[in-house]
């Protein structure tokens, strides 16, 4: 059973920066690997993606604004998100892409002044 923890993320002022972390108790070697989130009353989405050769793919409206990136020796995955705003307020999570494992807990990002 694949366990992933997700870490950083936390309360910033819309503008600000975050960066959060996941690592994956298996490889990811091979895998396509993807971070989700959940605001309150929505369904998950699908933030960004990035391939096992790096290729990336972005939510219209994060595009610019985050970039997702990978260590595959550590097992990590990694979203840099910027400029953020209000609306990035949600529970992000990160799982593999297309088909997902179980998920993680997840982390809180809040965005508000």
């Known amino acids: 059973q694949v366990q992933l923890v997700e870490s950083g993320g936390g309360l910033v002022q819309p503008g600000g920066s975050l960066r959060l972390s996941c690592t994956v108790s298996g490889t990811i070697f091979g895998i396509y690997m993807a971070w989700y989130r959940q605001a309150p009353g929505k369904q998950r989405e699908l933030v960004a993606r990035i391939t096992t050769d790096r290729s990336t793919k972005y939510l219209d409206s994060v595009r610019g604004r985050c970039t997702i990136s990978r260590d595959n020796v550590a097992s990590a995955v990694y979203l840099q998100m910027d400029s953020l705003k209000p609306e990035d307020t949600a529970v992000y999570y990160c799982?593999?892409?297309?088909?997902?494992?179980?998920w993680g807990q997840g982390r809180q990002v809040t965005v508000r002044s």
């Open positions: 799982n593999k892409y297309p088909k997902t494992w179980s």
